[in-house]
């Protein structure tokens, strides 16, 4: 079936530098994106998110942008920090029958800090 | 801030064993989702309700898994018997209601180790 994969499984950065997690998705349903963190042993938190009808999203020291065309989606980190450091996920959510709707999750980014 | 409580944490059974696990979603929220999680991967959506109906329990293992939300509120998930390959972290989510930008929010999981 579809789904959304990621295409590094690890990414180091320097503190202080810029981070850019990529990812695929292959629904062409799916119409809501969104950036979850999960850090050791805790369940995935929310961090952005972005529809399908905008291209670029900013929040704090984090940017989505989403590339319909080529169904990429990327988050950026800026200043990356030792905080930062856990597995990130992608997730495309798409209608169901009714009001439902399903997310689909990528396979994951380990993203680690260097000092 | 209110968020998902899940419990066990953490529980070690032997194969063969039931285990159950609850869920205690965000106050309000109507739809709650049930995911697994195995090592190194992304949450995969296991049960999905609406209230107290199931919407989508299309990739349950009802041979042996089973869920409930009698009442629209917490919820719980149960294996029996447990089989090795369950070893995996228990994810519960919730969402208020129907809409586009409504995310899921996550508990910290339960983790599973069937020996």
């Known amino acids: 079936g579809e789904s959304v994969g990621l295409h590094l499984p690890t990414l180091s950065v320097q503190e202080g530098d810029n981070s850019i997690i990529n990812c695929a998705y292959s629904n062409s349903a799916s119409d809501y994106f969104i950036w979850y963190k999960q850090e050791s042993g805790k369940g995935p938190q929310f961090i952005i998110d972005?529809?399908?009808?905008?291209d670029k999203r900013q929040g704090q020291r984090v940017t989505v942008l989403l590339n319909k065309t080529v169904k990429h989606l990327s988050l950026q980190i800026a200043a990356t920090q030792p905080g930062d450091s856990a597995v990130y996920f992608c997730?495309?959510?798409?209608?169901?029958?009714?009001?439902?709707?399903?997310?689909?999750f990528g396979s994951g980014t380990q993203l680690t800090v260097l000092p | 801030e209110a968020e998902v409580a899940q419990s066990p944490r953490y529980k070690i059974t032997e194969k063969s064993q039931a285990v159950a696990f609850w869920c205690d979603p965000i106050s309000g929220h109507a739809t709650l989702y049930w995911y697994r999680q195995i090592l190194g991967q992304g949450p995969e959506l296991l049960v999905q309700f609406q209230d107290e109906s199931v919407v989508d329990d299309s990739q349950l293992p009802k041979d042996r898994f089973s869920a409930e939300r009698l009442k629209g509120v917490d919820s719980t998930l149960k294996i029996q018997p447990a089989e090795l390959g369950d070893s995996a972290m228990y994810l519960c989510?919730?969402?208020?209601?129907?809409?586009?930008?409504?995310?899921?929010?996550f508990g910290p999981g339960t983790r599973l180790l069937v020996l």
């Open positions: 989510a919730s969402r208020p209601s129907v809409g586009l930008k409504e995310t899921q929010y």
């Open positions: 997730a495309e959510n798409y209608p169901l029958s009714g009001s439902a709707r399903q997310l689909t």
């Open positions: 972005i529809r399908s009808n905008m």
